[in-house]
């Protein structure tokens, strides 16, 4: 992928599961929401694994073990191993034994996770800040994490012990609503100690490293919902994306990306796994076309002209937005435009 600003979505003459050997596909939003296959995910799925992808699964989460989520996914008729799972707690761990020496200490602040990972690397997981540990790891711990384990961290990291963290996902979703994730919890450490995490979640080179070096992918494809975590790490790492809308992000966030959250490609679900992508072209000045539909420029908004596939006239509008925004956010009203296409 260039590192020159994107000012639409490409195009693809050959099926995504065909151009790339691996999908690095993010969960929630992705895979499962509530912990329910989304639609056509399972089926999509299956097909790019018989013609040949490699899946490998790639989750911020730090709270659930490999063998977990492995498991979870094969329940959802997903065949899945240990081995195609990779989690933030692997990659911080990996991150915490390029600086301490083996067999050293960390405090534990989150859940299983983070405790097999440390252990992986050799590692040891202790409880308190008075077991002299070497570093302090923060990682999701569920809704039922002791407040005293903030206090345990806290009391290290003021000494001056280096202090990591999973991620910094400041939400996640769950079955009743938002919840605070574990970027929330790093808040309450930041509070008390003034002091900085080093961080190896998405959207961040420790996590990409990770996954790569896990799954020895050539052309890897980053497939996510969330443009400040999935979309973002693919650009840092310098990879192509393809963003589905099946999670969080919609039609107006999309329009108003900057550069570092463009995704290479955009579909409905992960049934554009299995499909080429169309090509959006430029027409006249400062108009672009997809399938049937073609955006411009209005004074103040976009506009659109046609008919067809909505997804079509959404690319044709990215690329017009992503072409006026240049390096910065659209500031183009695109919401009638969206209207027209039921995003």
């Not at 540990?133 to 012990?161: C, I, K, T």
């Not at 790492?237 to 992000?249: A, C, Y």
């Not at 997804?311 to 659209?330: F, H, I, K, N």
């Amino acid at each position: 992928m260039s590192r020159s600003v994107r000012t639409r979505p490409e195009g693809s003459g050959q099926a995504l599961s065909e151009a790339y050997d691996t999908a690095l596909l993010d969960l929630d939003g992705v895979v499962y929401a509530g912990g329910s296959a989304i639609a056509h995910a399972v089926e999509s799925l299956a097909t790019a694994r018989e013609g040949g992808m490699r899946l490998a699964y790639v989750t911020n989460n730090a709270l659930r073990t490999p063998d977990t989520v492995a498991g979870h996914l094969t329940e959802l008729g997903i065949p899945t191993g240990a081995q195609d799972v990779i989690t933030s707690a692997q990659a911080v761990a990996r991150l915490i034994s390029e600086q301490v020496p083996q067999g050293a200490r960390v405090l534990v602040i989150g859940g299983e996770g983070l405790r097999v990972a440390l252990r992986e690397r050799g590692l040891v997981p202790v409880e308190s800040a008075d077991d002299d540990p070497a570093a302090v790891v923060q990682g999701f711990g569920g809704a039922d994490l002791p407040w005293g384990r903030f206090a345990e961290a806290s009391y290290a990291v003021a000494r001056g012990v280096p202090w990591f963290a999973s991620n910094t996902d400041l939400t996640i979703p769950s079955g009743r609503g938002i919840a605070p994730g574990n970027g929330a919890a790093v808040e309450v450490v930041r509070i008390a100690t003034g002091a900085e995490p080093q961080v190896a979640g998405k959207p961040l080179p420790p996590m990409h490293r990770e996954t790569i070096l896990r799954t020895g992918a050539q052309r890897p494809l980053v497939v996510g919902d969330r443009l400040d975590t999935d979309i973002e790490g693919a650009f840092n790492g310098e990879v192509d994306s393809l963003l589905v809308l099946t999670g969080v992000t919609d039609g107006a966030q999309l329009l108003a990306a900057p550069p570092q959250h463009r995704p290479t490609y955009v579909d409905a679900d992960l049934r554009g796994m299995l499909a080429g992508q169309p090509e959006v072209v430029e027409v006249g000045e400062g108009g672009f076309r997809c399938g049937g539909w073609t955006a411009t420029a209005g004074a103040d908004r976009l506009e659109l002209d046609g008919e067809g596939e909505a997804l079509d006239g959404l690319r044709a509008l990215c690329a017009v937005a992503w072409t006026a925004a240049g390096e910065g956010a659209c500031g183009l009203d695109g919401e009638k435009a969206l209207a027209r296409l039921g995003l």
